[in-house]
C-alpha cells in the first residue's frame, strides 16, 4: 500500500466519521479464517448457531409453547429472548454485540405492540442491531412469534 492511499484512508476516516482501523484495513487485504463453527446439531434439520469469520448467526428460534389459551405472544417473546441471551452465551458473545435481528410474528395486527415492548425491554440501548419484523404464517400453530439474529463475537 503506498503511503498517498494510506493518507486517503486517514482522511477518509475523518472526514466520514468511520473509525480509523475499519477505514485503513479497508486497504489492507486481511487473511480470512474459513473455519466454520457449528453448535447445537442435534437437529437434524442444522444447526442452531453457526459461527464463521467472527461472526455468529443463530437460527430462528421458537418458544415451546402449550396449546391453549393461557400462551400469548408476551410469553413466547420472553422465552425466545432468554433463548437468544443463552445461545448468545454458548457462541461468545451477547446481544449488545448484534448486527441483525428478523422477528416473523403471526398476527402482526394484534400482537406487534406486546412483542416491541417485550423486545424493547431487552433491547440494550446502547447496542441496537438492524431490524426487521413481519408477518409469517408459523410452522405450527400455537407459535406466535420467531426471532433470528446475527452478532458479532
Known amino acids: 500500500m503506498s503511503n ?21 484495513s479497508r486497504f489492507f487485504k486481511k487473511e480470512r479464517d474459513n473455519t466454520i463453527v457449528r453448535l447445537e446439531t442435534s437437529d437434524p434439520r442444522g444447526a442452531k448457531i453457526v459461527i464463521h469469520d467472527g461472526i455468529v448467526r443463530l437460527s430462528g428460534i421458537t418458544s415451546a409453547p402449550m396449546e391453549g389459551p393461557n400462551t400469548d405472544v408476551t410469553q413466547q417473546t420472553k422465552e425466545v429472548l432468554e433463548k437468544i441471551d443463552d445461545l448468545l452465551k454458548q457462541a461468545g458473545t451477547n446481544k449488545s454485540k448484534l448486527l441483525e435481528a428478523r422477528i416473523w410474528v403471526k398476527h402482526i395486527n394484534t400482537d406487534f405492540k406486546a412483542m416491541n415492548a417485550v423486545w424493547n425491554a431487552w433491547l440494550d440501548p446502547e447496542n441496537k442491531p438492524t431490524r426487521y419484523c413481519v408477518e409469517a404464517p408459523m410452522a405450527r400453530e400455537a407459535i406466535l412469534v420467531e426471532i433470528q439474529v446475527t452478532a458479532i463475537l
Open 4 to 24: 498517498a492511499n494510506l493518507v486517503t484512508a486517514v482522511v477518509g476516516a475523518a472526514t466520514f466519521g468511520f473509525s480509523l482501523g475499519y477505514a485503513i
